[in-house]
Structure formats: C-alpha cells, structure tokens
Nanobody
C-alpha cells in the first residue's frame, strides 16, 4: 500500500512563499507521475501541478509562473514551491500518485490518480 504524507503548509502573508513536500512510501516512486491538487473552502478540489516520471511538468493557468513542482527520486519526495502567494491560493493542498507507470501525458482529472495524501493547509492572509 502506498502512503503519501504532505508537510510544509502554514500561514503566510500575501506575496510570501511556502514549500510543500510530499513523502511517498514504496520502491517504485520514480516510475510514477505525481500531482498536486488543492481544495478551497466551499469549492471542489482542483488540479494545481503535475510532474511526470521523467521530470516533465505541467501547471494550472492560475499558478503558472508562481509555483514550481519538482521531485527527488532518491528521497521519494515531490515538492511544490509556491511564490507570490495570493489569498485565493488558500486551500488544503493534496499530493497524489498516478495510477499508471511511465506516463508522460499530464492528467488533471482526479480519476487518473490512485493514491492521495491527507492534505496540508495553506492559508494566505491579505
């Protein structure tokens, strides 16, 4: 069973930065694309960013140019560097692992991801 554990959330002022981490269990982490999603109060969960097994990245338009997704396969960890944060970035952030190995086409649908973390809260004050 794969486990994903997010960390790094917190309270930050608008314009500030945070770095989220997601540590994954299992020996085949490097073979899977990973994604970050977020859910704001009263809203549906939405796609934020994805990184495929070979390092290619894809972003939602709302975070492009401000957020950076990366991975360290030696540490079984995926990161989300968030800069120029806005109050509308306030949400619970979840990491997720794709269902299928060695995919290169980015997917934004939740149904494409088989495993999810418990989430970490990010709050951006104005």
């Amino acid at each position: 069973q794969v486990q994903l554990v997010e960390s790094g959330g917190g309270l930050v002022q608008a314009g500030g930065s945070l770095r989220l981490s997601c540590a994954a269990s299992g020996r085949t982490f490097s073979a899977y694309a990973m994604g970050w999603f977020r859910q704001a109060p009263g809203k549906e969960r939405e796609f934020v960013a994805a990184i495929n097994w070979s390092g290619g990245t894809y972003y939602a338009d709302s975070v492009k140019g401000r957020f950076t997704i990366s991975r360290d396969n030696a540490k079984n960890t995926v990161y989300l560097e968030m800069n120029s944060l806005k109050p509308e970035d306030t949400a619970i952030y979840y990491c997720a692992r794709r269902t299928t190995q060695h995919t290169t086409i980015p997917k934004t649908a939740e149904s494409e991801y088989a495993y999810w973390g418990q989430g970490t809260q990010v709050t951006v004050s104005s």
